[in-house]
């Protein structure tokens, strides 16, 4: 059985009976067989489909936010942003697909030689819940578009979404059985991955279920993407505009109600300015409205289930418990709902998990810095590396500083955000491979060279 609760009034909105191994059987079968006529398709007439579904998403995005934000709490402007950009990820896929896979025409000994990008197959997507929509587009636009067929194992409490984008797809036109929603628990992930009919798969999640998918697709000898958790470094030095970093902070700390993985986490400020920037930053965060997520005027919303709010607030109070600060927050709110405030924790240091640990909530962690060597050491310490945000007015340092900065994406005076357009993905324990732009479609393709003598 997998249930959906609102995180907001801890009201049950439904129960989903989980697959048979026969249901299951039949769905990876016909998503197989779907694919064997889709890798035929030419990139046009999968363009005229993907097209339709950025259309049914922006037809239907009012439906489909208001489902993501009573299943695992998102306040509501973020929701509708998130099916929106959903949309957008669609058109762009649409219209770059063929140049990104084009034929590469390549000089050799040969009297003619090139590569060319094939599609690999059926790709397995084991997905989280805090986009229930975006992380499952960013993976199946592309995937799709390369020709490959996909099938989801979302996370159990947004089991309304998974259902909601297969609906996507068929409402668009593409063959019912091409992209899959599978209602399985995680037990059976591990048979899915090692299934012949499958050719890959991508994971966006935690460390720990990286670990395993990453693993098992290993030991079947089968490509994966592994987009796990982060602790991102906010690096303000002492030539920052302080007050709109300050304000870009609270932001980048409470984006979805801080349960991002490129959230900003870690604030790692130097000594010079750290006092000024906390009095912005506090009372920015102090700011923040917290409250019924459909209430378009609301920033801060639920976690989105029980287990996590006090796993939150258990590493708050270690963190305390070893010397913390807390300047803000810290409490959780009497009431209904699965609410945790916006938190500012000083004082910050190793050892504490709000040092050494991702803090999946709007918790933010202020570690002061000496100076800018010290700074960047201290956004290095970390065995994450999916973003940085990193804010000064000398931009020519802010590029040498990049180069050294230990993450998959830098992004300088502003917050670490997903685009179409560009390379999405982490290093060391934040996982291996790339997501959107033409790396993302290029993930799960045979790179195969033609020779012709």
């Known amino acids: 059985m997998m249930e959906s609760v609102n995180p907001a009034t801890e009201e049950h909105v439904r129960t989903y009976e989980e697959w048979s191994g026969a249901d299951l059987e039949g769905a990876l079968d016909a998503s197989h067989r779907a694919w064997l006529s889709w890798r035929e398709t030419s990139f046009g007439h999968r363009a005229d489909l993907m097209r339709r579904a ?3 998403l922006r037809e239907r995005r009012a439906e489909y936010a208001r489902l993501a934000t009573i299943e695992m709490g998102k306040p509501i402007t973020g929701a509708l942003a998130e099916v929106e950009k959903c949309a957008e990820g669609c058109d762009y896929y649409a219209d770059t697909a063929a140049a990104h896979l084009a034929d590469e025409v390549v000089r050799s000994a040969a009297s003619k ?15 989280p819940w805090n986009f229930p929509f975006w992380q499952v587009f960013r993976f199946a636009a592309p995937a799709l578009m390369a020709g490959n067929g996909g099938v989801l194992k979302h996370a159990s409490n ?55 998918v990453g693993s098992q697709a ?13 602790s991102d470094p906010f690096i303000v030095l002492d030539d ?14 409470t984006v979805n109600s ?5 959230a900003a986490k870690r604030f790692v400020v130097v000594e010079k300015i750290a006092g000024e920037f906390l009095k912005h930053f506090t009372a920015r965060m102090a700011d923040l409205r917290m409250g019924d997520p459909l209430d378009e005027r609301t920033e801060i919303g639920p976690q989105a289930r029980q287990d996590l709010r006090d796993e939150l607030h ?45 803090l999946f ?49 830098v992004f300088v005076n502003g917050l670490v955000k997903s685009d179409p357009r560009l390379p999405f993905g982490g290093i060391k324990k934040s996982g291996y491979g790339r997501e959107l732009s033409r790396h993302g479609i290029q993930a799960f393709v045979n790179t195969k060279t033609v020779f012709i003598a």
């Open 314 to 358: 258990d590493q708050v109070t270690r963190s305390v418990t070893a010397g913390a600060r807390v300047l803000l927050g810290a409490e959780i709110p009497k009431g209904k709902g699965y609410f945790y405030p916006a938190t500012v924790l000083s004082d910050v240091g190793p050892g504490m998990p709000a040092y050494e640990e991702e």
């Open 240 to 253: 920052a505009d302080v007050e709109t970093a300050a304000r870009v902070g609270a932001q980048a700390r």
């Open 54 to 56: 950025g259309r049914v």
């Open 361 to 409: 909530g709007p918790v933010a962690a202020v570690i002061v810095a000496r100076d800018t060597e010290d700074a960047l050491r201290i956004a290095n310490s970390s065995r994450f590396g999916l973003g940085a945000s990193l804010w000064t007015r000398d931009l020519g340092q802010a590029e040498r500083l990049a180069r050294r900065v230990e993450a998959g994406s």
């Open 258 to 262: 801080g349960q991002s993985c490129i």
């Open 113 to 127: 030689s090139y590569v060319r990008y094939d599609p690999l197959g059926v790709v397995l997507a084991v997905m």
């Open 158 to 212: 947004v089991t309304g979404c998974a259902l909601a984008i297969e609906d996507v797809f068929r409402r668009a036109g593409f063959p019912a059985d091409l992209f899959r929603t599978l209602l399985v628990g995680v037990a059976s992930v591990e048979g899915i991955i090692a299934d012949d009919r499958i050719a890959a798969a991508t994971l966006t999640g935690s460390e720990r279920a990286g670990i395993a």
């Open 218 to 230: 290993g030991r079947a000898l089968k490509p994966s993407v592994l987009e796990l958790g982060g």
